[in-house]
């Protein structure tokens, strides 16, 4: 009734309302776009959940300092080589990040981390090769410009942020669970109570964040973007601003991106194919309810800035 009650408020300024029949058709096109959002993430939420409670569990806080190198830029490395690793989208991976953060893994490296494994891991890059047709050039841009992009926005947080920059009581609510001696059972049993709770805490914001993409996909001109973007400047920019709005699951972007090689250069596709899996609009969502909102909103100008700006600069090689 609610969400009824919000279009009928802005029917007029939407372009595409024309009348209640023109407003159940798109009501019913947010639904199937919200659905389809709510869908393809759920899955990769649930397997995140599930690692972050086994991280809750199973890692202590001496594990991780082991691992772990002092040195900043070296753990920024591995942080993003780890993630390159690890098969997860980009929603999934953020109950995962906030674990690592709270058992003591440093925010650049919790960061790096979190760039690189919805954008280069395995499945990523194999799907990336398959939907240009079998070619190995923009899976191999994607891989080597997404880790070095992610290495240097990790390394920009490492000097401008200080602490785990988490909102106030994000710590305190995170339970202190003891179980280096308690039974495998036991241990399990922890295991799938946190990532139940992780589950519903996180689920809400993905809600959201999709039912907010949708929302945007519908009722805003994909057309009307796409006609701006007729230079290299504005292309990247256009292709940028769909990644963010169209809030695609990174092991299917690619497919999406393909589609766009006849109207937009290799530049601007790459924008879309790493920009997109950094930062969404309900990946967003997600981190608003976990990190302060001026280390969001920073993080998503240092994202933007050096996608655009590295492709703009490497467009005449690429």
């Not at 929302?215 to 256009?238: E, H, N, P, W």
Request: aromatic content about 14%; charged content about 10%; glycine content about 6%.
């Amino acid at each position: 009734m609610f969400i009824l009650l919000l279009l009928f408020l802005i029917a007029p300024i939407v372009n595409n309302i024309t009348s209640f029949s023109a407003m159940t058709a798109s009501f019913f096109s947010l639904n199937t776009i919200f659905l389809s959002i709510l869908i393809e993430a759920l899955p990769f939420v649930l397997i995140g959940v599930l690692i972050a409670g086994f991280i809750q569990i199973f890692l202590t806080e001496e594990h991780l300092r082991k691992w772990i190198p002092k040195n900043k830029f070296l753990s920024v490395i591995m942080g993003c080589f780890v993630g390159a690793l690890f098969p997860a989208c980009e929603c999934g991976i953020v109950p995962i990040v906030r674990r690592l953060i709270t058992k003591g893994v440093p925010l650049p490296a919790a960061i790096g981390f979190m760039l690189t494994g919805p954008l280069i891991n395995p499945i990523v890059i194999i799907s990336t090769y398959m939907a240009f047709g079998n070619n190995w050039e923009i899976a191999g841009y994607r891989m080597v410009l997404g880790f070095i992009i992610a290495i240097v926005i990790a390394l920009l947080v490492s000097l401008f942020f200080k602490g785990n920059q988490f909102k106030k009581g994000i710590v305190q609510a995170q339970d202190v669970v003891k179980t280096n001696k308690e039974p495998l059972l036991r241990k399990m049993h922890n295991m799938l109570k946190h990532a139940v709770d992780e589950f519903f805490d996180m689920g809400k914001y993905l809600i959201i964040g999709a039912f907010l993409a949708a929302f945007v996909q519908t009722y805003m001109s994909t057309k009307a973007l796409v006609s701006i973007g007729d230079d290299l400047s504005s292309s990247l920019l256009v292709m940028m601003g769909l990644a963010f709005i169209l809030s695609l699951c990174s092991e299917a972007d690619a497919f999406i991106g393909a589609s766009f090689s006849s109207i937009f250069p290799t530049p601007a596709i790459l924008s879309f194919l790493i920009f997109g899996p950094m930062i969404d609009l309900k990946n967003t969502i997600m981190l608003l309810s976990i990190f302060k909102v001026k280390f969001v909103v920073w993080l998503f100008i240092f994202i933007s800035a050096i996608v655009y700006f590295s492709l703009f600069l490497l467009a005449d090689i690429i």
